[in-house]
């Protein structure tokens, strides 16, 4: 129970960190949903919504402390960047490499989170 309350508190942090970065360098707006392909479809909203509740029921579900670690920063990055997409319409991005579409903390948490994952599936 302590280490979900833990990884609770983390999830909040990772997202509030998001907010903030992207408050204070928000710089491009991304309509679209990956790399800005498929601009405003609802349908991804609603399948982003329905992918989150998923996220949410794994982690309950599961016990491992490695997959529930892996989970907080999907979860955390997609709901931070719904929040945008919600409330905005698009995400906003602001970092911006040149040779790759621009993104932001949350595709980090999210990019960071499936590889970590990945690497936990062979335990479960």
């Known amino acids: ?3 979900d309350l833990f990884l609770i508190l983390v999830g909040i942090i990772l997202i509030s960190l998001d907010r903030i970065t992207k408050l204070s360098f928000g710089n491009s707006k991304n309509y ?6 498929l601009k ?6 609603v399948l982003t919504i329905i992918i989150l509740l998923f996220l949410i029921y794994f982690y309950i579900s599961k016990k491992d402390i490695y997959l529930k670690i892996s989970l ?7 709901l931070s960047n719904l929040i945008d997409r919600l ?3 698009y995400v906003i991005d602001f970092i911006n ?10 595709d980090i948490y999210n990019i960071m989170g499936v590889i970590f994952f990945l690497t936990q599936i062979k335990k479960w």
């Open 1 to 3: 129970m302590k280490k």
């Open 32 to 37: 679209g949903f990956l790399f800005g392909i």
């Open 40 to 45: 405003n479809n609802i349908f991804f909203c």
């Open 72 to 78: 907080i920063f999907i979860i955390s990055g997609v």
């Open 87 to 89: 409330y905005l319409g």
């Open 97 to 106: 490499l040149g040779f790759w579409p621009s993104f932001n903390l949350a």
